[in-house]
């Protein structure tokens, strides 16, 4: 048996080095890396929109506008009309919760620290006498407007940066690709500019999918707990669209409230009707509404996006979920690349 012998040269040191820094680098500056992450992200979330208006004989800038105006026009008419009540019902739901437990005999659930707990948010949600005023619902929730937007994007300079980001590599339809030039070696600029309109595709499937998706389920919940007389049908609404996020166990997660509230206020009855409801939604939804709405161009399987979601979670809170699945997405199209360049396995006859 022949000793193996290796030898590292100096430019293999120096490359080592040089990715080392990069990475180093990277994590310095990971909050700006986020903020580019999420504005190309968004940035591909709107293309195929802005695609669509510009085949009309739109300019492009036009199109973009378009499509930003009717982004951020939904945005704060969600917070202006949606989140009070949500945030009002849900209140009431907190304050509710230690008899509904009695009720359906959880009563052990109720340790000291989650009574203490409770009694905390229903504090901090308890602005039914200011949520008809809209600043100063805002004040009481933060001080001002813009603290409900740094839970989400992390601060208003970086709101404000992604907004720019966004706008930018959107109006200028190879300003994404323009921006990877720049750092990729020539050698490899061909590849990652293909990886990348591949990777585009599927973000920008993926996000439009999942609001969308989100929207119907969290409209058809509402419509039919509201049906059925269930209270907080819209808080319970809201619950199902956000776990939507979630493939496969998000619609289970949703259920269980509403079943359990039904239980408490209307019996077995009216909770087995609702667990009904649940599963007709539900198998709409892998039916119909998924197939057509996401797709399966997408690809990535739930327990990589249950996984990628935890991820990001952890590392990034409301941006990195937001970026996670469209992350995994990239790297799905470069490992199937690099199984590509593998060529078939070879087996011993």
Not at 120 to 129: E, G, K, P, Q, R
């Amino acid at each position: 048996m022949k000793d193996a012998t290796f030898s590292i040269t100096t430019g293999t040191i120096v490359r080592v080095i040089l990715l080392l820094a990069l990475a180093a680098l990277l994590w310095f500056l990971r909050d700006l890396a986020l903020i580019v992450l999420t504005s190309i992200v968004i940035a591909s979330a709107i293309e195929p929109a802005a695609r669509g208006l510009t085949q009309y004989k739109v300019p492009r800038i036009i199109a973009v506008l378009v499509v930003y105006l009717m982004f951020f026009g939904s945005f704060f008419s969600v917070i202006f009309f949606l989140l009070p009540p949500v945030l009002e019902e849900t209140s009431l739901l907190l304050a509710s919760v230690p008899s509904y437990l009695q009720t359906i005999g959880a009563t052990d659930a109720l340790t000291e620290d989650a009574i203490l707990g409770t009694r905390s948010l229903i504090n901090d949600f308890s602005i039914s006498s200011t949520t008809r005023d809209l600043n100063t619902f805002f004040s009481g929730l933060s001080g001002n407007f813009f603290a409900a937007i740094s839970v989400i994007f992390g601060g208003a300079v970086s709101f404000i940066l992604i907004v720019v980001f966004s706008f930018y590599f959107a109006i200028n339809e190879k300003g994404i690709e323009e921006f990877l030039r720049v750092l990729t070696p020539i050698q490899h600029e061909d590849y990652v500019l293909g990886l990348w309109r591949r990777a585009q595709r599927k973000i920008g499937l993926w996000m439009q999918g999942q609001f969308l998706l989100a929207v119907l389920i969290g409209v058809l919940t509402y419509l039919g707990l509201s049906i059925l007389g269930i209270q907080y049908a819209l808080i319970l609404a809201v619950i199902a669209g956000i776990m939507e996020l979630i493939p496969v166990f998000g619609p289970i997660l949703a259920s269980i409230p509403a079943i359990a509230i039904a239980f408490a206020n209307g019996g077995a009855g009216i909770a087995v009707m609702v667990a009904a409801l649940f599963v007709i939604i539900q198998q709409f939804e892998n039916h119909l509404i998924y197939p057509l709405v996401v797709t399966k161009v997408v690809g990535v399987p739930p327990i990589l996006v249950i996984l990628a979601l935890l991820i990001g979670a952890q590392v990034a809170g409301i941006l990195g979920i937001l970026l996670a699945v469209p992350i995994v997405a990239a790297i799905q199209e470069l490992f199937s690349d690099m199984e590509k360049a593998r060529g078939p396995k070879q087996h011993n006859g």
